[in-house]
C-alpha cells in the first residue's frame, strides 16, 4: 500500500522515493514484497517482569534471522543472542496500523531474575545476498512486586509513542485511513513494530530544537525533519520515543547514581496503584497523551503524599485505551466525531483536557497545560529565543547551587526550553509572576522561571518558503476556548508560555520542568540543569 504523498512505505536507509516536501506525510513500513530484504518485529505487551516470557512477532523475508537483546544503560549490555531462527514472511493487513499486524509468533524467551530493571533494546538481523537489514524494537523492565523498591520509578510517555508511531501508515497525526486515504487515525494499534528512530538513533541525530537559534533573513529549516528524510527514519523520531527521550535520562540519572524503576502509562492504566509502592515518580520528554485513569493514579499518589518529578512538556489530550490495552483511540480535533460524544461517558471524550466536554483541566495534576503553552524553537515559533528559561525566583531550593540570579537564563547554552513547552495563566506583581488561578492551576504553584511561547508559526514572505506549523493550532485553540475564529481571538490564542514550577499539593509536591528538550540540558551537561535536577531528585526520593 502507498501513501496518497511521500515516499514510499518500505522507505529504508538503502531505498527511498521522494515527497513533494519534508512536511509532507511518508510512513515506514512493510513491502509486502518478497523480493525486497527487510524485517520487521514487535511484542504484544511493553512492560515485563523476570520470570515472564516474552513472545516475539517478527516478519522477514530472509530465510533465517538473528537475534539480539542489550540493556540500554550507561553501557550497552548484551544480554541474549540467538542466532539462525527460522524466518517466515508474514500477511500484514492494509490497515495493521489501525488494527494490529495479527502476526504469529515467531520466537519465546523467559527473562531471567538477573536482568536489572531498564530499557531492553531488541535488534533483530537479517542477510540475504550479500545484503543486510536490521530493525529495533524495545520492552521495558520493572521489578517484581516482592522485591522491594527504590525511591523513584520513570513513567515512560508510551501515550505518545503510541500516537506518534507511523509505522504502517497511520498514526494521530497524519495518516492512510479515510475516504480518500489520507486522513489520521484516531484509532492506534500497539500491536505492531515502532517507527525507525523510536527505539534506536545514531549518534548526532538533529532534535527539534535546532542547535542554534533562527537566523534573520534565511529560509526556515527543520534540520531533524530534513535529516530524517535522508536517511529513511520516520520525521515523528524527535518528537516521542525512547531513543530520543527517556533514553538520556535513565543513562544520565544511572550514571549519578540514582536507582530507578521503569514503567509505562499504560501500567498506570492497568494497575491504578502501581505508584505507590514509590517515593518519587518521574516524567521525562514528551507527555501529551494520557487517559483519564492515568490522571486519576497520579493525582493519588500525589495527595497521598508522593512527589512528582516533571522533566516534560505539552500535557494536552485525553485519550482511552480500549481492546484489552491493544489500542489507543484519540479523536483530538475531531472530538464531535468520538462514540462517546453525547453519551452518559461525554467526560471520557477524546479531546483537550480543558475542552468541553472533558472540562478537566490539565493543571489539576501538574499546575501547567498544553493549551497554556505550546511552541517554543521549532521553525519561526519562537526561533530566534534564547532556547532557555528566565529565572525568577532564584532563591527556590531547586535552584541551590547553580548562581543563578534573577532575570539569568536557565538552559539556555543547552536549548532546552522546546520544542514544546506548558504554560499557567499569571499576572505579574513588582516584577514576579503568579499564577491566577482562572487555567485551573492552584494560585498557590510558585513559578521559579519562565520563557515564552506562541502557537502561531508566522509567515514572512520569504520566497519558497512552507512553514511547517502555521496558525492551525491557534485557529483549534481560539474555537474551542473562546468559540469562534476571529482576529481577536485567533491573537488572543497565539501567545503562550512554558514554566518551571513547584507546588506543595496535598500531603505531596510537584516539581514541574515543563519542557520537552529537558533533557538536552543532562545530554549536553549543563551544569545549571544537572544541578537542579539533582536537587529536585534528592529532595523528593533520597540522596544519589
Partial sequence: MTTSEGPDPTATPRTRAKARHIIDHYYIGPSRNDDVLEIWGYTPRMTYVPGDTVTLHVSTTAASWDLEIGRDGVTYEPVLRETGLVGTHQATPADCSV????????????????????????????????????EHHLILVRRSTNVPPPPFVLVCATGTWLAYNCWGGSNHYEGITGPDGNAFSPVVSTQRPWSRGFCKLPAGAPRAVPDVPHSPGKMVRYPYMEWAYAY??????????????????????????????????????????VLERYKCAIFVGHDEYWTANMRHSVDRFTTNG??????????????????EGRTQVCYKYTAEQDPLSGSDKDHLVTAAWEVAPVNWPGAATFGANGLKGIYAGLGRCAGQASGGYTVYRPDHWSLEGTELGYGDQLGARARIFGYEVDGVDYQMEDGLPFATGADGADPAIEIVAMGLATNTEPETGIW??????GDGDARFKAQAMFGSVNDDTLDRSSRGNGVVLFWQRGKGAVFNAATCEWVMGLIRKDPQVERITRNVLSEFGGSN
Fill in 306 to 323: 508522593g512527589k512528582v518529578a516533571r522533566f516534560a512538556g505539552n500535557f494536552l489530550w485525553q485519550t482511552r485505551i480500549e481492546n
Fill in 232 to 273: 529513511g527514519y520516520s520525521k515523528k523520531y524527535a518528537s516521542a520515543g525512547w531513543a530520543s527521550y527517556e533514553r538520556h535520562f535513565t543513562r544520565w540519572a544511572e550514571a549519578e547514581g540514582f536507582d530507578l524503576d521503569i514503567v509505562t502509562q499504560h501500567d498506570l492504566e492497568a494497575d491504578p496503584d
Fill in 99 to 134: 488494527q494490529g499486524c495479527s502476526w504469529e509468533v515467531s520466537h519465546r524467551f523467559t527473562i531471567p531474575s538477573s536482568w536489572r530493571p531498564g530499557g531492553y533494546l531488541i535488534t533483530f538481523s537479517a542477510e540475504r545476498d550479500g545484503d543486510r537489514v536490521e
Fill in 464 to 469: 519558497g518558503e512552507t512553514a511547517y506549523i
